[in-house]
């Protein structure tokens, strides 16, 4: 990341160049590829729809992203403590990940209608699983010593969770919130897809029947960005919660 | 005149573990006194039990025959009355340097915010004053046992066991903590148990050195060493007292082999 923004943006900036200049020199039908310059006129002319449906795929998918970390978490310290219920719950979470999200989410529009939830937990269905993994991992990796050190101290198992285990996790668990955080977009969209009224997912819909590409596009475009931003503050949230991280060159 | 109370007192202590198939036995039959306020040294090659023997002396393990007490503190279990200083230092990188010396009296119950200030009041004596709020990654490897030694003695034991303390430094940091150490102590007077292979060190630190055999461990060996204090390195190891001590571990050693 400190290699600086430069890289990427002449990357990318090179990829539109490509692209609009196939479209243009190639003559595509903008129906199957719109080049770059259309997409990005259609997003400025439509910027008041893209940033309401925005903000409601966003209010869904950070719901949906609090929840799973939330009980991702609680499962994984419930695992670490508790080894009967990890032996008996951790082939059921994997079974969960099996199932198609595609298949379960029109299940929920059933339960819930038209409303924020069925999204939210689609959402929160994606992200609890790789925060759970990464808590029951991350606090199973402590340094052993360590552990005897704080007995030999006389300290109670929920001090050792709270002063080491958890703390020495916290690398692990971020990198598993990290992972949540990329597919709480898809979790979100899929969720749109099968009932919804509006946010993202549903103008993709819209754009389609339509025959509008650009609009399509310019939505890609629009969730994409969304994405990276998350992706990148639950980085920066990261750097500022585990400061000592810049000098620690091992692990504990 | 009676002799005085031991702040330990070990007898006939054995352990003996499973490892697989076969039975290994790490401890047979070992007694040790240690006297009250004395520095005390338990040398011996490589895996020859002295790690399991800590273990015991600090509560962790229970021996499978005999028994350790601690006569000047009291009945009781042993755990959490031994001061231990385990061979890693075992800090935590995501605390920094006073929060790391505050651990083990915040698993006494003091509150964190008075546990790390009496860690501040220590810093200097310990050769970390402006390290406060630095993180362990950022120190060197002697100032890190520092901040570990201060973590043991800050918990105020009777007894402070220190395993290997100085094993991973350089030669030259070595002799500095070693130095820093006999100050420390000669201030403070609390019982030490040191554990070393070196068998240099474990003469010029100590009152009372006890030499353990490898496996099965026993203790075969036990020195007075009555070199004046204080003592000053240079002129210790080059003394002939000194080297009439290191003579007798040496020919001991190589009997035991």
Known sequence: MRAGIWPPVILGAAILAAWEAYVRLAHIDSLLLPPPSSVARFLVENAGIFARNGLNTLSELLVGFVAGVIVGLGLGILMQLWRWFRAAAYPWLVATQMVPIAAVAPILVLWFGFTLTPKAVTVALMCFFPVAVSTVDGLGAVNPELLRLLHSLGASPWRVMKMASFPSALPRIFSGVRVAMALSVVGAVVGEWVGSTHGLGYLMLQYENRGETSGLFATVAVLTAMGIILFFLVGWVEHLVLPWRRYAKETL | ?257
């Open chain 2, 1 to 257: 005149m009676t002799a005085a109370v031991p702040a330990m007192r070990v007898r006939d202590v054995s352990r003996t573990y499973r490892d697989g198939s076969r039975t290994v036995t790490a401890v047979q039959g070992t007694s040790i006194d240690i006297p009250e306020g004395k520095f005390v040294t338990i040398v011996g090659p490589s895996a020859c039990g002295k790690s399991t023997l800590l273990n015991l002396f600090c509560g962790l393990d229970r021996p499978d025959a005999g028994t350790i007490e601690t006569p000047a503190d009291g009945e009781g279990p042993l755990l959490g009355r031994v001061g231990y200083m385990p061979q890693q230092d075992l800090l935590m990188p995501w605390r920094d340097v006073t929060g790391n010396a505050a651990v083990g009296l915040e698993c006494l119950g003091v509150a964190p915010a008075a546990a790390r200030a009496q860690a501040t009041a220590h810093m200097a004596r310990f050769g970390l004053g402006g390290f406060e709020h630095s993180y362990p990654g950022q120190l060197s490897g002697g100032m890190k046992q520092r901040v570990a030694m201060l973590r043991t003695f800050l918990c105020g034991r009777k007894i402070n066991m220190l395993d290997e303390p100085f094993g991973k430094l350089d030669a030259l940091t070595r002799a500095s903590m070693q130095a820093w150490l006999l100050d420390y102590w000669q201030e403070n007077r609390c019982t030490i148990l040191f554990v070393t292979h070196d068998i240099d060190e474990a003469l010029f630190l100590s009152d009372v050195v006890h030499l353990m055999s490898p496996r099965p461990g026993r203790i075969v060996l036990s020195l007075e060493v009555d070199l004046p204090r204080p003592r000053r390195y240079d002129d210790v190891v080059t003394s002939v007292a000194f080297n009439a001590l290191k003579a007798r571990l040496l020919d001991q050693l190589g009997r035991a082999a």
